[in-house]
């Protein structure tokens, strides 16, 4: 944890450093790289001079991201960054079947968002190639997230970081499981050859039939947990 405590101390900057919003996106941001990990527990005292924020100010961002599931309060232990279970990645995902599919049916789709998908997709294969587990999740949530930034909303863009965080949360559970992510790197890769050619209904039907089996398949090996 002290090494993504020093990663947030260099992001502070003073004119947000009192907010419970920036504080709660920032925790957030670096659950959704990886940074924290489910189970981790966060330090009010630490946190609170990382951050450059009052504890009250702290106590209200965790309030905030426990509203998400993203961290749990225990009693008389703590704050620690949540372990999602079979009803959290059932709600994950009936969000994600809302919105990715709609950003790839109504977002605007020009040259360089494209490049950007591209450039993610070879980052994925890349790390196929060299079996790196977290290299894939990075890409694939990458993907994802330029995916819904296609729809050009700002209100959505932060609705999929908190799924994002949550994703991330769940990715911890199968850093054990490398051909989860492997089966998604060509699917994520034709998606993008789908939206190239302009094919955005056949995109977003393939979209959803993705996003139904890697429910399936995260329920399967939560649930054997």
Known sequence: MN?????????????HAHTVSWAAGLLRSRISAGQLA?????????LSEALGVSRNTLREAFTVL????????IPNRGV?????????????YRVRRLIEPAAILWGDLPPDALDRLDAIVDRARTA?????????ADANQDLHKAVVGLAGSDSVAELMEKVLAQMRLVFHALA????????????????????????????AAELRHYLDDAERELLKHIGSL
């Open 176 to 203: 054990t499981t490398p051909d989860f992510h492997s089966q998604y790197v060509e699917r994520n890769a034709a998606l993008v050859v789908q939206l190239r050619a302009g094919h955005r209904d056949e995109a």
């Open 66 to 73: 426990s509203g998400e599931s993203v961290v749990q309060r």
């Open 38 to 46: 489910p189970g981790a527990k966060l330090s009010e005292q630490k």
């Open 3 to 15: 090494a993504a405590l020093e990663g947030i101390s260099s992001e502070v900057k003073a004119t």
């Open 80 to 92: 620690f960054v949540a372990s999602p279970q079979v009803e959290d990645v059932r709600e994950i």
């Open 128 to 136: 196929l190639a060299e079996g790196s587990v977290k290299d894939m």
